[in-house]
């Protein structure tokens, strides 16, 4: 569904932000995007919406390049930015009356139901409402435009703890097979028991993009008081280590932790490149 | 038509919705403000000449051609507002639209809609200050013999200003035309800054052409420019050659490179919107 071959980009009198980048998503997809600060995460989602452009290659979502910005890929798109341009004089049901009908598969019960789940008032101005109230209010109209590609900028930037909750039930509840969703965070946490595929971006590349089943598959997460044999990675904290060990046949799986894996990445101790050279389908 | 298209009625009257509703409050305080400010001065102006003449229809002229030129600068030049924030022009090249249908909407909502607009706002306005006259008239009773002023008229407009040449009329057109539509693309080239820095560059490109044509002049007939106790120009014949009878060439290719500027003002308007970057 989402194709980038060989992409370029640096912002002007800036060093190159990506560098021959490649990288394919299947449709269907929850994607956690994660990045240290000045990684490119935002800049990564702009280049898919088509709001900038790359210097090289290409960016293609479901076969349109989004540099085209042509109406049947934006109206199958929809951005939460991090940073939110609403028109604060106007009502959320007048905000929905605006901007609804750009969107043909619009749900508008959907829309009210993950209101009531924000608990969100539809006929109070968007200007009385907080910033991670206004938040809600994008995301509920996010999830209800049905669109196929979903970008959210760190979307629980804003939110209180109950909100981050009902956030991830209703990404879990409202979104289809056949949609995609890439969440742009570095609160890791957040998203760590919402997506089923993270990418990591690093130096310009995409360090890591692994299916987080196929991860738990070939790798184990633990804590010890001290570090086993044969460990990919270890992180030492007060109540003893966490490592990343591969997973042996006949091993339960562990759940995979997203903290520990993106510290792993970022050392070097774990790629794309070490996953498949190592070929740690150890449990086959 | 499907959805592919690059034009389609639904999409045009999406965006005008989104338009009227997020700037609902602009659009009719700038009515009415038209309609308060020309009332007002059609009043300073009637009042003023009350001793003196009787104001006719004709007199409306010069004040219609300034408020147009107001109005281009201050009601077209708001062209493209939503891109002059990061914020909302992320918002605004997101809506799903193609480029051509927000161009058109600009266009229409930018240019057309103020140009036809003015005249019944003008129109309107010069009624209600009659009317305004002739009620304070009633009670203070200051008009005497000269009598009530006179309301607009359009035929009078037209008539007075109606020239015989076909060029000419096409370079008077052009130059109204012009006005408006640098003012246009000035608001993607310049954002907020434009309503200053596009009559500074309109008046730069000015003077350097007039300057350069001086300049040219004097050096083929150095008798163009007399520096003697005052500087002055004595301005070679331009009425010659002509390409055709009481068509000179210059003003033919004047009203050619004006309304190049006209339809290239629009081009670049439209490319600027599809190369816009957020």
Redesign the interface.
Known sequence: MISIQNLSFSYPKKSALFQELDWECPAGSIVGLLGKNGAGKSTFL?LL?????PKEGTVQVNGRYSKD????F??E?F?V?D???L?L??SVS?YT???S????AFDQAKFLSILEDFEIEPNLKLGDFSFGQQKKVVLAFALSTNCKLLLFDEPTNGLDIPSKTSFRKAVAANLSEEQTLILATHLVKDVENLIDRVVILADGKVKLDQDLLELSDRLSFGMATSAPENTIYTEKNKLGVQFIQPRVSGENQTPVSLELLFNAVMSGAVSNSILSEKNLASHE | MNSTSNFQIKRIGNLIRYEWMSRKRVYLLAVTGLIALHIFFFQVFFLSNLGSMRWESEYYHAVYILGFIVLAWGIVGQSFLDLRENKSASLYLRLPASHFEKFSVQCLLRVVLPIISYPLIFWLASVLSVYLFELADLIFAFSGEIGSPEVFRFSSFIVSNAVNNPVVSLLILGMACLIPSLMFVGGIIFGKRNLVLMPISILTFYLLITASSLLLAWIVFPDSLVWSEQVAFNFPNIDQPEISPDVPILIFACMILIWMGVFLSYVVSYFKLTEREV
Do not use: W
């Open positions: 702009r919406s088509g709001l900038i452009f910005r042509s109406p049947d934006l109206q798109l951005v930015p940073e939110l341009a028109p004089h106007l007048a009356k605006m901007t009908p750009f969107y043909p």
